[in-house]
């Protein structure tokens, strides 16, 4: 929910994933309801607590195990994954992440911290970033201590000349500040925390262009 909203795109590429379903293992597609789905997918993570980090694995491992138990071919959840990750980055960026990427890219070295699995070169905005931090690949999450200064590491720079943007008071603004970066809180006004009070040490910007005008850029 920093450069775009996720919940309307994770329920379209869910919807594609119950077409992919419909089409290729009726089965699954008629005893796995979103509900359903979602129900396996927490049962996934609770068996599976090591995979906090990693929410593809968790997504595979849901898929593989709803073609298993309505008997359709469980070698089909690649490619029914693939299918969903697809729609997953058919994101609808925020009117302000274009221009305010373009305008900190240009004196910035911005790099990327994701608990998620969206990949920046599939939402085409890989042009504006020095570097990239996953928590899948990192083998942790936000607030995690270690993939801020992974990701401090990457852009080059001391943990106290970094500035992490982010939209969660808890795993962006928190888990930054608690590693020794700046934070700013990317609070938009139609946001689901909007009336909340940023964290002490936090600035609170309303969107990119505003951290930009107030970086001077």
Partial sequence: DTLWP?????????????????????????????????ALRAEVAAEHPHWGHDLSAIRLETIRRALHRHGDDPALAEAAFEAFFEARHAVTLYDDVLPGLERLASRYRLVAVSNGN?????????????????????GAAKPDRSIFLAACAAAGAAPAQVLHLGDDLDTD????????????????PDGAHASADPRAGAHRFADLLEVALALGV
């Fill in 173 to 188: 603004v928190g888990g930054a500040l608690a590693a020794g970066l700046h934070a700013g809180w990317v609070c938009r």
């Fill in 6 to 38: 996720v919940r309307p795109t994770l329920v379209a590429a869910e919807r594609v994933l119950a077409d992919w379903l419909r089409a290729n293992a009726p089965a699954t597609a008629h005893g796995t309801p979103p509900a359903a789905m979602l």
């Fill in 118 to 138: 969206a990949e920046l070169h599939r939402v085409g905005l890989g042009r504006f970033f020095a570097g990239a931090v996953s928590a899948r690949l990192h």
